[in-house]
């Protein structure tokens, strides 16, 4: 028999210990007779203002990824969200198929959503190529985000940098502050504006900003809850939280 909640579609999610704004974002995303069931990556709130700091943070998040997926996988869901964005993007674009093998071999061969994959197919809906992007990194994080979108064929037209110098703290951006990023990355040259890191809580922002800019506007959270939604058969039109959700 179907679970008696999710009898749609069970939705196992695993992100962070330090992120508090995945969760609250995708559990408003659900359709009737879809539920969420998340897991945590345990990390400390490490700086990751240069490097050293950034490949600690990373070499964390490595360590607890699969035990975390593990942990949901008991529950029974029928797709995992790997909602975590700088491992996505770290080690570039070859080793990303060898990233996602070990997610689903984790998760014992279910389907699994990334950034990268779930970025690539909201673009190619939207057919836009000419892209700015907003991360809540500094330098250290942004040239891997750059590079990773330079090496996918898009042409990257300008990149904002929030300046987060801890994980858990990317969750204190305002939304004041990703509209003023949006402001300033915007132009009439770009085709659609992408937000990277699962611990920015934008997905009210950029529903928004897509209205007065007549343009996609793609958030973290929203994307992947939408790739994995379609993916596994799940086409309601959500509406207000922007045009992936509505139309796509």
């Not at 909201?122 to 891997?144: C, E, F, M, Q």
């Not at 770009?190 to 900003?209: D, K, L, P, S, Y």
């Not at 007065?212 to 086409?235: C, E, F, M």
């Amino acid at each position: 028999m179907p679970d008696s909640l999710g009898p749609r579609l069970k939705v196992g999610v695993v992100v962070p210990s330090t992120n508090t704004s995945a969760q609250p974002e995708l559990d408003a995303l659900r359709p009737d007779g879809v539920t969420n069931h998340t897991g945590r990556m345990v990390i400390d709130d490490d700086p990751m203002v240069d490097e050293p700091g950034f490949d600690h943070v990373m070499h964390s998040i490595r360590l607890s990824t699969h035990p975390a997926i593990r942990s949901v996988t008991g529950c029974g869901p029928d797709c995992v969200i790997v909602g975590v964005s700088p491992e996505s993007y770290w080690e570039g674009t070859d080793s990303h198929g060898r990233v996602l093998d070990s997610m689903r071999a984790a998760a014992g061969g279910l389907p699994v959503t990334m950034s990268p994959d779930a970025i690539n197919a909201a673009l190619a809906a939207h057919d836009a190529r000419r892209i700015a992007v907003i991360t809540p990194y500094l330098p250290v994080g942004d040239d891997s985000v750059s590079r990773f979108f330079a090496d996918s064929g898009y042409d990257l037209l300008n990149l904002h940098g929030l300046g987060v110098p801890s994980p858990a703290r990317i969750s204190h951006v305002s939304e004041a502050e990703l509209r003023d990023a949006v402001k300033e990355i915007d132009s009439a040259d770009v085709e659609a504006i992408v937000q990277v890191g699962t611990n920015v809580a934008m997905a009210r922002v950029a529903a928004a900003a897509e209205f007065w800019l007549g343009k996609p506007v793609i958030s973290n959270n929203v994307v992947l809850y939408w790739h994995a939604l379609r993916r596994n058969g799940v086409t309601d039109r959500v509406r207000g939280f922007g045009s992936l959700l509505a139309e796509h």
